[in-house]
C-alpha cells in the first residue's frame, strides 16, 4: 500500500489544481523506475508547467522531490538532489 502522508502537507493541500495534475502524472510516470529512467519524465512536465505559465515553489518541489526520493539508494537519491537544482536554477 502507498504512503499518501505526503499529501496532507499544506505545499499540496494549497496548490494549484492544475499542478498537481502535473504532479500525479510525474509520480505515476515515474514509479518503479530508476532516476536515468524518470529523467525524461521530470524535463515533460517542467516543460508542460512552464508552458502554462506556472513553476513549483521551494515547498512543493521539496514535496515532490521527497516522494520521488522514497525507495531510491543514496547514489540516485544525490543524482535527484542534482537535478533539483538544476531545474532551480533554470527558473
Known amino acids: 500500500m502507498a504512503d499518501n502522508s505526503w499529501m496532507s502537507h499544506p505545499a499540496w493541500t494549497d496548490m494549484d489544481p492544475e499542478k498537481k495534475a502535473v ?8 514509479r518503479g523506475k530508476k532516476l ?3 529523467a525524461s519524465f521530470i524535463m515533460a512536465a517542467m516543460t508542460m508547467l512552464r508552458k502554462k505559465n506556472l513553476s513549483f515553489t521551494k515547498d512543493e518541489a521539496d514535496v515532490l522531490i521527497g516522494e520521488m526520493a ?22
Open 23 to 30: 504532479i500525479n502524472e510525474l509520480l505515476m510516470g515515474c
Open 36 to 38: 536515468n529512467e524518470s
Open 70 to 91: 522514497k525507495g531510491m539508494d543514496e547514489s540516485e537519491k544525490a543524482r535527484l538532489e542534482m537535478m533539483k537544482n538544476m531545474i532551480k536554477n533554470r527558473q
